[in-house]
């Protein structure tokens, strides 16, 4: 059974910096693509950064350079380190695995089929 186990969160000011991790069982991060999502209240569920073979393969605009999508295989985690952080970051974050689709859509629903999801980690940035 896949399970998708995201921690790290939690409230911090402006300029600051979070790590979060997902912890993955029931695969092996070598065998599929991985992303961090998040979703702001009344938004859709925004991409944030992925990570295809071990390496960082994609950041949103939005990132700026900010955060840094890493892996342990030993661990089976993925994190990703964010500074820098800004109030417009607040959102719950969401760990993700394909499924079946090709590659991470840019939005999408927090429960779309197309993969599997942790139950998300919420980090929330005040000025």
Same mark, same amino acid.
């Given at each position: 059974?896949?399970?998708?186990?995201?921690?790290?969160?939690?409230?911090?000011?402006?300029?600051?910096?979070l790590r979060l991790s997902c912890a993955?069982?029931?695969?092996?991060?070598?065998?599929?693509?991985?992303?961090?999502?998040?979703?702001?209240?009344?938004?859709?569920c925004e991409l944030v950064s992925t990570?295809r073979r071990g390496s960082p393969y =994609?950041? /949103?605009?939005?990132?700026?350079?900010?955060?840094?999508? @890493? $892996?342990?295989?030993?661990?089976?985690?993925? %994190?990703?380190?964010?500074?820098?952080?800004?109030?417009?970051?607040?959102?719950?974050? =969401?760990? /993700?695995?394909?499924?079946?689709?090709?590659?991470?859509? @840019? $939005?999408?629903?927090?429960?779309?089929?197309? %993969?599997?999801?942790?139950?998300?980690?919420?980090?929330?940035?005040?000025?």
């Open positions: 059974e896949v399970q998708l186990v995201e921690s790290g969160g939690g409230s911090v000011q402006a300029g600051g910096s993955a069982s029931g695969f092996t991060l070598d065998d599929v693509g991985m992303a961090w999502y998040r979703q702001a209240p009344g938004n859709e990570i =994609y950041y /949103a605009d939005f990132v700026e350079g900010r955060f840094t999508i @890493s $892996r342990d295989n030993a661990e089976n985690t993925v %994190y990703l380190l964010m500074n820098s952080l800004k109030p417009e970051d607040t959102a719950m974050y =969401y760990c /993700a695995a394909i499924r079946n689709i090709i590659s991470f859509e @840019s $939005r999408t629903s927090c429960t779309s089929d197309s %993969y599997f999801w942790g139950l998300g980690t919420q980090v929330t940035v005040s000025s």
